[in-house]
């Protein structure tokens, strides 16, 4: 095996070791989507109306998808790339007994070349789909700093009498990385939950943004999705982030907190 030959081969097996260890966060991200998407069906199997389970099977659907394209295309490009190393061997092993070989044996026509080795490594994402883009947007769209910036301005407008310590500002990328992660499902799941909501009861969502009363409106589902948002991140109740609430505002309430009427719910950006 030539110089030449043997660096082209290592810089394939860089290629094809770094496609693997890029995608493999990836990877493992869609699998715990899928696990939660799957778990949350289970939970919605227990409701009273069928019609419950619908956003949970899309979800399910969506994220498995997603997970078999991403090995899909990961495993092509390995494959193709070992294919595209098989051949440029044989055709430097061959030499100049090649032209006689194909004379003689007539082999059907070889695949088309890969580009070289070097090429940018692909990464295994799969389409978004509508429903997928509503559960993998989620943690960007609303980083959790957001949330410190609330309760900081909602501390800093009530008034005081007598000067108190600044208090210390709450920073969720100091938490340990257990409770960072239960910060980012709790987040993720508040804004399903809320999505849901809004699509199975469009027409009482807008009345309750009319007439200020969307927790009383909507009570029964919001007491069902609070239940099991306790039951999960009971953990991280006492700190000072409403994930419910701030979804809630946001989506069932266009934004705009005066429309939920009274807040039913214990939230410690509330008492602060």
Request: aromatic share 4%.
């Amino acid at each position: 095996m030539s110089d030449a030959q043997k660096a082209r081969e290592r810089a394939l097996e860089a290629a094809v070791s770094r496609a693997v260890r890029d995608n493999l966060l990836p990877l493992q991200k869609t699998l715990e989507d899928l696990q939660q998407a799957f778990a949350d069906l289970v939970s919605a199997c227990s409701s009273v109306k069928p019609t419950n389970t619908l956003p949970s099977m899309l979800r399910v659907r969506a994220t498995s998808a997603s997970l078999a394209a991403s090995l899909s295309v990961l495993s092509d490009f390995i494959s193709n790339a070992m294919k595209d190393r098989g051949h440029e061997i044989d055709d430097e092993d061959g030499g100049d007994d090649a032209p006689a070989v194909a004379v003689a044996e007539a082999p059907a026509p070889r695949q088309q070349k890969l580009p070289p080795p070097e090429i940018p490594v692909p990464m295994a994402h799969a389409p978004v789909t509508e429903a997928e883009e509503v559960e993998e947007t989620a943690l960007e769209e609303e980083p959790a700093a957001e949330f410190e910036a609330t309760a900081e301005e909602e501390v800093a407008s009530e008034p005081v009498e007598v000067p108190e310590p600044e208090p210390v500002a709450f920073r969720v990328a100091d938490l340990p990385a257990d409770e960072q992660e239960m910060h980012k499902r709790a987040n993720r799941v508040a804004k399903v939950s809320m999505q849901d909501i809004k699509m199975l009861r469009p027409a009482d969502v807008r009345k309750g943004q009319e007439h200020k009363d969307i927790c009383v409106r909507l009570r029964g589902e919001l007491d069902k999705a609070r239940k099991e948002y306790d039951r999960r991140f009971q953990k991280i109740l006492d700190q000072p982030v409403d994930y419910f609430r701030h979804w809630m505002v946001e989506i069932l309430g266009d934004g705009d907190p005066e429309t939920l009427g009274e807040y039913p719910y214990p939230s410690p950006v509330l008492r602060r």
